[in-house]
């Protein structure tokens, strides 16, 4: 039987009551377009120290992984092959002191990937929260929202509602700020979680960027008392091994969450692709490689940090990572217009929570010759 009432718009449609993308926070990036354009006109060129993405060569050891595993005409398993699962239970034992074995480690499309969607995983919902540290990577919040669960940020564990948080983020070193957790800190944490039944998942992505301090996992023996029940780590290979067009990345620790993950993302095909995996074995295989990037990085990082004090930059925290967190005490978006009119592209703090608005962030992953521009600007 036909009928003239109007239907309701499809799910995503413009004019539907309700979209997904109502739910989450502009997109933060979008906001920086017009900042980018104005630092693209200056006459030596743009200096982007906004993005955090490697510009360095993927290591040859690495290519050629990925070259010889081209000829995989069949399904991977979400699971991954036994040689990737061994290869990244034997970094962590060999790197970061985590007693685990392979069946508690899991590879995932990227990081970020996991972020956002682990708390619909594992079934978060509305009246649950997902916390994460004040000064944060957006896609914490992002992945509570996805979900329907409330995001609430902390500056100490302590002071989260235990009778609603189900998922804790902690994020060292930090993501903008560089900050270290020392393993106290950590313990505490752990501790905290424990007694209120609540999932501890750090984000341990840029732990082999330790400068001034040395980043400690969760899933080390001493800061989480020998047991992974209730903990999990996520790690990445894109800073590390300049690897963030492969999204080589895994999360690992307790095993029971493991595996349900595992039963959820195979129903997703969340496939890490075979060439990718067969790259990941050789990228945790070799730390020669990493001494070496870590170098370029260290260099960028003296020369960016001595120009930005000189130019009247105080730099806090900053003590690991890939970033510098700077201030000249003053509105974040000031400070990203100033240095834009010298062709130089941050990011502001505000990206990162409210706390952050009177800092930037800058990252050092640009070329030498990138960085030596800007070092003439900011001393000019």
């Not at 790690?235 to 095993?255: C, E, M, Q, T």
């Amino acid at each position: 039987m036909s009928t003239n009432e109007p239907r309701a718009p499809f799910p995503g449609h413009p004019g539907a009551a309700r979209r997904v993308s109502d739910l989450l926070p502009v997109f933060p990036w979008d906001k920086l377009e017009p900042y980018k354009a104005r630092a693209l006109a200056h006459p030596d060129g743009l200096c982007d120290f906004s993005v955090g993405t490697p510009v360095d060569s993927v290591p040859e050891l690495i290519q050629k992984a990925l070259a010889a595993s081209t000829d995989t005409p069949g399904y991977p398993t979400v699971w991954g092959k036994p040689e990737l699962r061994e290869a990244i239970a034997g970094w962590l034992r060999r790197r970061v002191g985590a007693e685990i074995g392979p069946d508690a480690v899991l590879p995932t499309i990227g990081s970020k990937e996991l972020v956002a969607w682990l708390p619909g995983q594992l079934g978060l919902g509305p009246g649950d929260q997902v916390a994460y540290p004040r000064l944060a990577y957006p896609t914490y919040e992002v992945g509570a929202r996805l979900c329907g669960a409330t995001p609430v940020e902390y500056e100490d564990v302590e002071e989260l509602d235990p009778a609603r948080v189900r998922l804790i983020w902690l994020n060292s070193p930090s993501n903008p700020t560089g900050r270290v957790l020392t393993a106290d800190q950590l313990r505490r944490a752990v501790t905290w979680a424990r007694t209120h039944g609540a999932l501890l998942v750090s984000d341990e992505c840029y732990l082999e960027l330790g400068w001034e301090a040395e980043p400690v996992s969760v899933l080390r023996a001493d800061v989480c008392g020998g047991s992974h029940e209730g903990l999990l780590a996520v790690h990445s290979l894109s800073k590390r091994s300049n690897l963030a067009g492969y999204r080589a990345s895994f999360v690992a620790g307790d095993p029971v969450v493991v595996r349900e993950l595992l039963e959820i993302r195979k129903h997703g095909g969340m496939i890490v692709p075979a060439p990718v995996q067969a790259a990941t074995i050789a990228a945790l295989g070799d730390d020669a490689h990493v001494v070496e990037q870590r170098a370029r990085y260290a260099a960028r990082r003296s020369a960016l940090r001595e120009a930005l004090t000189g130019h009247g930059f105080r730099i806090e925290h900053s003590e690991a990572s890939l970033y510098l967190w700077a201030t000249r005490d003053e509105p974040c978006w000031d400070t990203v217009a100033a240095l834009a009119e010298l062709g130089i592209l941050v990011a502001p703090g505000d990206f990162y929570g409210p706390a952050g608005d009177r800092f930037v962030r800058v990252a050092f992953t640009a070329t030498d010759e990138r960085v030596e521009a800007a070092v003439r600007r900011l001393n000019g």
